[in-house]
């Protein structure tokens, strides 16, 4: 049971809205929770409409999240780009999750790996066991999986002490100015969306590195380098500076423009990860060539 006293500046908001501000839960997900009856307001059922008083009492019942199962099946596409004793380094295809969750009904990496027969650290939840950083399932590109104890911790470590490179190469519309820059903006959950971020005072800390690589017409190729690591981090941010990446509906992207360039997916592809390897204590890193989809659709808006 979570529970909460509505604060002065909340009142006279809807509870839904209020309760979403409290917890940290979308309004989506507050609103599913009141329909099922599990939202009391001072030990009364209430409607989502229903506002909320300074010194209410809120008392959200937020069931246990079930468990993603992992079931082996092999993934056509992936690619094994390193693999020793303590690490595996996956080129991930588009149209692919890091690691089973619920909703998501097609492959992953972990399940992929499985049934490959690597075996991988049995560190975190059952299903992102190995797992020390994600891509979005339609961005492609390098991600590392920790197969030893050790290379988890060690990896985890590097993650959140930012001592990771990422580089990531994105189409992106129109032409940003100015062509070098960097993004700093707090990133959270999108209060009406379960599946969306968005920029939110409050949010957490969120710096994106930007610089062009090449100019077209209708839009420009970006390296960019992320200093930490959100949920669709790029996705928000180039979107923020109005110009979202090609390909991309959720954060503004333009349908006509990717349909032009045959794109089913935003053009974002992870090209460079480096890190010290938790095994040999050296300097290592990997690359990814452009996927075939990101290449054509690159063509086309040069030859435009």
Not at 237 to 247: N, Q, Y
Request: hydrophobic fraction near 45%.
């Amino acid at each position: 049971m979570s529970v909460h006293l509505v604060p002065d500046g909340l009142a006279g908001e809807r509870v839904d809205a209020a309760a979403a501000r409290m917890t940290g839960l979308s309004r989506s997900r507050v609103a599913e929770l009141i329909t099922d009856s599990l939202v009391l307001l001072n030990g009364e059922v209430v409607g989502k409409s229903t506002r909320v008083a300074a010194g209410d009492l809120l008392e959200l019942e937020i069931p246990a999240p079930r468990e993603a199962v992992v079931v082996p099946r092999e993934v056509e596409g992936i690619r094994i780009v390193h693999d020793d004793a303590d690490i595996v380094v996956v080129d991930k295809p588009a149209g692919v999750a890091a690691h089973p969750s619920l909703g998501w009904d097609g492959p992953d990496v972990v399940s992929h790996l499985a049934a490959a027969g690597f075996r991988i650290s049995t560190s975190g939840a059952a299903e992102r066991r190995g797992i020390v950083q994600r891509l979005d399932v339609g961005t492609s590109g390098l991600m590392v999986v920790a197969k030893s104890e050790p290379a988890y911790t060690a990896l985890k470590r590097a993650f959140r002490d930012r001592e990771v490179e990422k580089i990531y190469h994105t189409l992106v519309q129109g032409h940003p100015d100015p062509f070098t820059g960097t993004i700093d903006a707090p990133i959270a959950r999108h209060p009406g969306h379960d599946w969306k971020m968005a920029i939110i005072d409050g949010g957490r800390h969120s710096v994106t590195h930007y610089e062009t690589l090449e100019a077209f017409r209708a839009a420009t190729l970006l390296q960019v380098h992320l200093e930490t690591g959100r949920t669709h981090q790029i996705r928000v941010h180039m979107a923020a500076i109005k110009h979202p990446c090609v390909g991309d509906p959720l954060y503004g992207g333009d349908p006509v423009l990717a349909a032009r360039l045959g794109l089913e997916r935003q053009w974002l592809h992870a090209v460079e990860l480096s890190f010290v390897h938790p095994g040999t204590g050296e300097w290592a890193t990997y690359t990814s060539p452009l996927p075939d989809d990101l290449a054509r659709a690159l063509e086309i808006v040069a030859a435009a």
